[in-house]
């Protein structure tokens, strides 16, 4: 079953009653109320917005809103209580099951907690053993986080994954005093590796989750898993039975130690060295597998995917 940390959700006007008007941010048109916003971030992210205009509820939400059941994240299970949780806010009513039956889902955040006592070991796997550096963007950012990205422009097809120490990020204050207020234990993310794939339309929804539309219902219920799929295009196959011994492996370590051991700028030397059309993940193989075995954790693109499955 698929979970997600975010969903941003679009349905009828008819299934929201507005208990709370002060509550919101009145919209004027032609001195006619034109919509209503509320929005906030503490202690989650939540943000609602009825369009007179459009005859639309937008509700957007992180897993948050599930207070001390957000381990579980956001799913099939679950879904119902972020409604539940949001109506006891008291600024508003959800038809809940109307919703169920009717909402069309425009964002999502597909997300994965995994076990992982070494995620800095299997960030450096995975940018190690990028099949094409052209085609993917693999990197840290500067707040711990990681990152895989697909290099296109075209925003439709724009592929965004992050991975990162969920245990740590649950040690920001904020988030301290969000697992106090909830009576969520302190030990809850111990070891926690989170995967999150961005999914920012309904036809990447579509693609990704293997579905022919993108109600709420299709979404929650879809089989596939994006994630894996991702990173089953993105990392290349990873053996470690090349020998550091030979003749080869010395010239590998040597070029290797001439790129500063950073595999992105071997991929640049080598598509100087070998000429266009030639089979470039035959010739990175090597070079990838060189620098796995130089780290005390060793992981295989099986590894991961059974990680994942």
């Keep these: 079953m698929l979970t997600f940390d975010k969903l941003k959700i679009v349905t009828s006007i008819e299934h929201i009653k507005i208990l709370d008007e002060n509550a919101f941010n009145i ?3 032609n001195n006619v109320i034109s919509s209503l916003k509320f929005h906030q971030e503490v202690p989650f992210s939540l943000y609602i917005e009825v369009d007179y205009g459009a005859d639309e509820l937008v509700l957007e939400f992180t897993g948050k809103v599930l207070g001390n059941e957000y381990p ?6 679950t879904i ?3 409604f539940s949780n949001i109506n006891n806010m008291g600024i508003c009513s959800l038809d809940i099951d109307a919703i ?3 909402a069309e889902v425009v964002k999502c955040d597909v997300t994965q907690d995994v076990c992982c006592s070494d995620i800095s070991a299997l960030t450096a796997f995975i940018s190690s053993n990028v099949t094409n550096y052209k085609e993917y963007i693999a990197r840290p950012l500067r707040n711990g986080n ?5 290099n296109v422009t075209t925003r439709g097809y724009k592929k965004r994954l992050t991975i990162y120490n969920k245990q740590k990020e ?3 204050q904020e988030n301290i005093r969000y697992m106090t207020e909830y009576t969520i234990p302190t030990n809850t993310f111990d070891n926690v590796c989170r995967f999150e ?3 920012n339309s309904t036809a990447q929804i579509r693609k990704a989750l293997g579905i022919s539309d993108t109600s709420l219902q299709s979404v929650l219920t879809a089989t596939k898993n994006p994630i894996r799929d991702f990173l089953d295009d993105v990392v ?4 470690y039975t090349i020998p550091l011994t030979d003749k080869q492996s010395y010239i590998t370590a040597l070029v290797l130690k001439d790129c500063d051991y950073d595999i992105h700028k071997v991929e640049v030397k080598m598509r100087q060295l070998y000429a266009k059309g030639t089979n470039l993940t035959k010739v990175m193989r090597p070079y990838r597998e060189a620098l796995n075995r130089m780290s005390e954790h060793q992981f295989t693109k099986k590894d991961l995917l059974q990680m994942l499955s």
């Design 146 to 150: 990681f990152v895989v990205e697909k």
């Design 170 to 172: 649950m040690n920001k």
């Design 100 to 102: 169920m039956e009717n």
């Design 27 to 29: 919209e004027l048109k």
């Design 80 to 82: 119902k209580q972020c």
């Design 72 to 77: 579980k994240l956001i799913s099939m299970d």
């Design 236 to 239: 290349a196959e990873s053996d």
């Design 197 to 199: 794939i961005n999914l």
